[in-house]
Structure formats: structure tokens, C-alpha cells
């Protein structure tokens, strides 16, 4: 039922879907590597611009791949959090969600590795989610997320309400 990855211990496959040819990658992931849209929502801050570095990249991967994962700013005054089970402007500001092709939440580390699967780089999130490194990549994350919004130019007023960059 379940088998080692070769070459690195620790890391297991789960059980694939019933109509897959693929496996799933981790727990955390219901994905597989088939030319269907996944329907994956990512939801990003458009006014960070640590983040519009990474999705522009995340795009350009999936330029052959279209409609495979929709990238959502919730900067946008048009965002509405009931459109994307319901994570408010706040919650995504506190820390990165993406909304899997079966309508899961991954929030924080699982949500990159969802991401990352999504877009071609699926090995990527099996490491992030490989369980003797997962504790770091927590810690980091929760670090990062915590502090983006001053690493950027932007403070607390963020975190409620709509924000801008600050001006000097």
C-alpha cells in the first residue's frame, strides 16, 4: 500500500486516488500529474512584493499549463472571501492559502507544496513536506510571515482593512 521513495528515507507515497495513474505526493496533496485543470486557487498579496516575485515565476512555469492554477490577488478591492471558502482578507494576509482542486484549504507550508505540485514542482513540495525538514520550513515560514509586511514597507494597518505600500 505504501512504498519508500528511493534514495531518501523517510519520504513515503501515499495511496493514489481510485481513478489515478499517479500517486499522491503527500498527505497534504490529492494531485496528480494528468493534463486536467486542476482548478487550484492560489490566493496572494498583490502588494507584497516578495510574493508578486514568486507567483510571476509560478506563471511563467504554468504558461503551457493554462487554467491549471488561477492566481488570486487579494489586494484587489473586488476580493471577496466568500467566493474562496470563505478565507477573508485577513486570514490571507496573516499567512499563505491555496484552495486544492477538491476544494481543500491548505494554509501556511502545505499550501506552498499544493502550489508547487500545481504548477510542475511537485518535488519541491514532497521536500518542504518531508518530515525531518517540515519543522524548519514551518519555523521559517511562520518567521516570514510574520514579518513580511515590515520587511516590505508596510506595517500592522495591513492586517485588517485594505493597505498600501508606504510612501516615504
Keep these: 500500500m505504501f512504498s519508500r521513495v528511493s534514495g531518501i528515507s ?3 507515497r501515499l495511496p493514489s486516488r481510485v481513478n489515478s495513474t499517479v500517486p499522491a505526493f503527500c498527505r497534504h496533496q490529492h494531485r496528480t500529474l494528468s493534463s486536467e485543470a486542476a482548478g487550484v486557487k492560489v490566493l496572494y498579496d498583490g502588494l507584497c512584493p516578495i510574493c ?3 507567483i510571476k515565476f509560478l506563471q511563467f512555469l504554468q504558461r503551457n499549463r493554462p487554467g491549471k492554477v488561477d492566481f488570486i490577488d487579494i489586494a484587489l478591492p473586488g476580493y471577496d472571501g466568500k467566493k474562496y471558502k470563505d478565507v477573508s482578507y485577513e486570514m490571507a ?3 499563505m492559502h491555496v484552495i486544492d482542486d477538491r476544494g481543500e484549504v491548505h494554509r501556511g507550508v502545505p499550501a506552498f507544496a499544493v502550489m508547487y ?3 510542475g514542482l511537485g518535488w519541491l513540495g514532497r521536500l518542504m513536506m518531508w518530515s525531518p525538514l517540515r519543522p524548519y520550513m514551518d519555523k521559517s515560514y511562520a ?3 510574520r514579518n513580511r509586511l515590515k520587511w516590505t514597507g508596510r506595517g500592522d ?3 485588517s482593512g485594505r493597505c498600501e505600500k508606504k510612501t516615504q
Design 10 to 12: 523517510g519520504l513515503t
Design 93 to 95: 494576509m496573516e499567512e
Design 52 to 54: 508578486v516575485t514568486e
Design 143 to 145: 518567521i516570514f510571515a
Design 157 to 159: 494597518e495591513c492586517t
Design 117 to 119: 505540485s500545481a504548477v
